[in-house]
């Protein structure tokens, strides 16, 4: 078959790779524990639940507008206003199926041939492909594991060449749980302002935040950004609805147009069903995501803390989202009776063969010294899985 070259640039998603895997494995019998998925384990409130089945029963299950139902893009414009004091246009906001959507559609409508989007690493696996998808080019700025993995301005600036039209922010960032700091807000929104390129900011992990640092959105930290910016956001995350695919973004009126007129010719709108399930869970779902940090908050704990009890591995408390990201540089190199544990590809294939334990490798966020562990399972999946990391790795010598 004579496929398009853009196929060879790309690769499967990674996180949604192993979580398959995973699955898989566990559909054959085996006990695998899973630390891969990016999603909460809780099941989709009630409140959210009624209201799809009351649409399926009022036979609201036909085409709506491409770009979402106004009924919805009014919870959006409302939710915007109440967490980040933004004040958009109807006009302003588009509903995609997913935020993974949203991103794609904003790559699409960006992006010529050549053009260069800026992307922190660690990043969230998805974000160079979506870029290259669209014929632009990913420019990866290093960010340290010491520093916080907090963005340098000047660092940014170095990298913005006159085909720079993006930079993507992820705060809390997935993998690392970084928050974005004023400081680093206020100076990322300057260089963006003196340079005039957009800034993308994904902030779908915006409720799952532990306490230590506050979440801060770039447009509330800087409202005179908004004209240059695309605050991305779903509700995959804060209210455990990562099938129902709907994410949102709100920005500047052109963009949001020309996203919507490219939805309007690949998906159409997000399900009908989902986007009412969107309006409950905007408007009536604010006490669920706050059970689900009481929730995540001691398996956060227990997460780092076992995982720092492992040799060779460092393991700094997340700020924020779900998941930890420790530092294995300790145990690569390393032998076991079938080879070396060189790359953390090895290392995660090593651990789910051996351990029966799915992670996430480093690599496709960027950063190669690392493992990504998902800590929405349960207390005591997470202690068996990582007391089953902890003899893989003793076992290696
Ligand atoms: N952004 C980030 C940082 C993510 O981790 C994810 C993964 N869920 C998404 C966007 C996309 O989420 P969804 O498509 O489920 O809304
Ligand atoms: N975003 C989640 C993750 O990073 C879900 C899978 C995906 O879409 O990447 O695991």
Request: aromatic share 6%; charged share 20%.
């Amino acid at each position: 078959m004579n496929l398009a070259a853009r196929t060879t640039r790309v690769v499967p998603s990674a996180t949604l790779n192993v979580s398959a895997t995973a699955k898989a494995m566990a559909a054959q019998g085996l006990d695998v524990v899973n630390f891969s998925a990016g999603e909460p384990a809780a099941d989709t409130p009630e409140v959210v639940k009624a209201a799809a089945k009351a649409a399926i029963t009022d036979g609201f299950t036909k085409y709506t507008p491409a770009s979402g139902i106004d009924e919805l893009k009014q919870a959006i414009v409302e939710k915007f206003s109440r967490d980040q004091g933004i004040h958009y246009e109807p006009s302003q906001i588009l509903v995609s199926c997913g935020a993974k959507h949203t991103l794609y559609n904003a790559a699409q409508a960006l992006l010529d041939p050549g053009d260069e989007v800026i992307i922190p690493a660690p990043y969230w696996v998805s974000y160079p492909d979506i870029v290259r998808l669209a014929d632009g080019r990913p420019v990866i700025v290093e960010t340290r594991e010491r520093d916080g993995y907090a963005l340098d301005p000047a660092q940014l600036e170095a990298r913005v060449t006159p085909r720079t039209k993006a930079l993507i922010l992820n705060s809390p960032s997935n993998p690392t749980g970084a928050l974005y700091t004023r400081e680093t807000l206020e100076a990322v929104a300057d260089v963006a302002k003196r340079h005039g390129f957009l800034v993308i900011s994904d902030e779908i992990y915006e409720q799952l935040v532990y306490g230590e640092t506050p979440f801060l959105s770039l447009v509330s930290a800087v409202p005179e950004i908004a004209d240059h910016t695309l605050v991305v956001n779903g509700v995959s995350k804060a209210f455990s609805m990562t099938g129902w695919r709907i994410g949102y973004a709100g920005g500047p009126k052109a963009l949001i147009a020309a996203m919507a007129m490219i939805q309007s010719q690949s998906t159409s709108n997000p399900a009908s069903i989902s986007q009412k399930a969107a309006v409950a869970a905007l408007r009536d779902g604010t006490p669920f995501f706050k059970e689900l940090l009481t929730d995540l908050s001691p398996k956060r704990r227990l997460m780092v803390d076992t995982l720092n009890a492992i040799p060779g591995v460092t393991c700094p408390t997340p700020a924020g989202a779900f998941y930890a990201f420790p530092n294995v540089s300790g145990v690569l190199g390393k032998r076991h009776d079938k080879g070396t544990v060189t790359t953390t590809a090895d290392l995660a294939t090593y651990l789910l063969h051996e351990a029966h334990v799915a992670c996430v490798p480093g690599e496709p966020f960027g950063s190669p010294h690392h493992l990504r562990f998902t800590y929405t399972p349960t207390i005591e999946a997470i202690e068996r899985g990582l007391k089953r990391v902890e003899r893989a790795i003793r076992a290696l010598t």
